[in-house]
């Protein structure tokens, strides 16, 4: 299993949302003098509005964010706002750094302990955001918008087929915002010559795997899922005549054909021009401070733990599931002369029900109002794209969720569709994230999200579905200790490029290391494909595999502090309750229990 496809699409900003929070919020709240004595009262409410002004002013930074965080803005009083992409890629002006340094210090000056406990675990989680602005400033360069895995411009088709027209007024803005993709666009080749001046250009292995991404979504013009799709939303629009939904239709083609398809060609062009230009092709370990942006980036997802922590587990824990998985083989021979089919033949569909049916014992119940939609993931993007991700729904329109997937990469093995299904849908990203919109944690939490809380659940709630699979538990077992040595190899291999800084030949003997004894070993030449892949992904194994640690041990610790009361659904139950945080603050909370 390849976990870095299968992430979910939680986007609220194209920057890391602690950044984007910062360098645009609470620019006119005006927090009371802490220095004198105010009642619990005053600072709780004066916090409400603060954290109220910090959401707003995070959903309207972009057009996508807001339409796709809520359905009726206006209920929020949010109606005069800029129909715009967003400007993500500009470093903050001097007078925006300084706003910045005062809505810090406004910030700061609640007093906590007057804060109610609900507020307590929005100002940690606040807290956790401004304790890495600085760092934010120092790598801002470091991001990459343009990465093979999943960059803007595969993530865009995807966020224009799921914007839902739901008023005259959201198609308008549709039209508008594709005819705003080449400034984007710009600006983000804007960004990348910076890169370039300042020794952080990508690889060109990279560069060539966006080019061809770019090159696969243009070369379906007529076709196009950006004209497919829009062309049955507006079918299916009520309230609009023949003729108006012909104009629309026409609009959106002149938008796409006059800006969309130019815009990724331009890319294509400068990204060839600058090839060459990257001198770094060994990862983040090859930048200056790439260490410290390594601690930086997992402090970002919501992981507790520091990198070299993180090392010792995966070794330590790759060991010991290893072992487990082996004398479960070893005294059990005969189950294990086939491969085993665990999955139920069901349609995808079908397997969402059964799993709705199957974890009810040990999950939550979802809703029955609750609905989703299961997509296969368009040709001209598939390329590019994951074997299935999870776009959540807007915040006060929860009921409906989508789940995209990937058709042909489960024709060779319906297993992976099964488990996949299981941690994009229920008891995974559906479950986490309607339970977490349907409760009364403010709007600011609901859209605080925390890579690590999410992913880790995630891969939980994958490996846990081996418990519903068909089978003998052995061979379950099995199948389920060798999914994690898998992630935690991945993991470990990433960290020791990105981190330790390892060459081909140091990645290529630690793969060697983990082949048994007899078994044919694998060349440089044979691994330098996969060492590229895992360069150009960065970290991004990190919040699915360092997040399942984490959130097995906070299972652990859970249980010690409920005793003979302890159940795996009263666990899940308090861990989805808290929403989405960093697991520094989800383990304070959860050991308080």
Partial sequence: MNVTNQKSIVRI???LLCLCMLLSSCKTTSLPDTSSASDQKSQSELFTVYMDKAFIDIVTDDTISLHMTLKNPENLGITDYEVTL????????????????????????????????????????????????????????????????????????????????????????YVTLCNDLGRYFDEIIGFEKEKVNKNLFMSDSNLESVISQCEEFISKKDNNMLITSFDKKIDAFDGLSPDKKAEYKTKNKEAFNGTVVPAYQKVITELKVLKGKGS????????????EYCAYLLRGMGISKAPGELISDCDRLFKEYTEQYQKIIAENQDLFKTAAVLAPELSAGETVNYLRDKALADFPVLPDNIVFKLNEIDSSVSGASRPAYYIRPQIDNYTESSIYYNADYYKTDKNKRFFTLAHEGYPGHLLQTITSFGSNISNFRKVASSGAYSEGWGIYTELYAYKYANGDDKVKEVYRLASIVDYLSALRMQLG????GNTLKQFTDYVNSLIPEGAEKR???????????????????????????????????YKKTQGGSYTDLKFHEDFLALGAAPFSVVRKQLNKK
Avoid: M
Wanted: glycine share 6%; aromatic share 14%.
């Fill in 86 to 173: 967003g400007d993500n890629y500009k470093y903050p002006s001097a007078d925006e750094l300084e706003k910045d340094k005062k809505d810090i210090e406004e910030f700061k000056a609640f007093d906590r302990a007057q804060l109610t406990p609900e507020q307590q675990i929005t100002y940690d989680i606040f807290a956790e955001a401004v304790a890495r602005y600085d760092d934010g400033l120092k790598f801002f360069y470091y991001s990459e918008p343009l990465s093979s895995d999943l960059g803007c411009h595969a993530e865009f088709p995807i966020l224009f087929e799921e914007y839902k027209f739901d008023r005259e007024n959201d198609i308008e803005n």
């Fill in 523 to 557: 060349s440089e030449k044979d691994l330098e494909g996969v060492y590229i892949k895992y360069i150009n992904d960065r970290l991004s194994y990190a919040p699915y595999v360092a997040g399942y640690i984490e959130v097995s041990e906070i299972k652990e610790e």
């Fill in 13 to 15: 900003s194209t920057l």
């Fill in 497 to 500: 490029i990105h981190y330790e």
């Fill in 280 to 291: 770094n092709q060994k990862g983040l370990s090859g930048l200056e401070n790439g260490k």
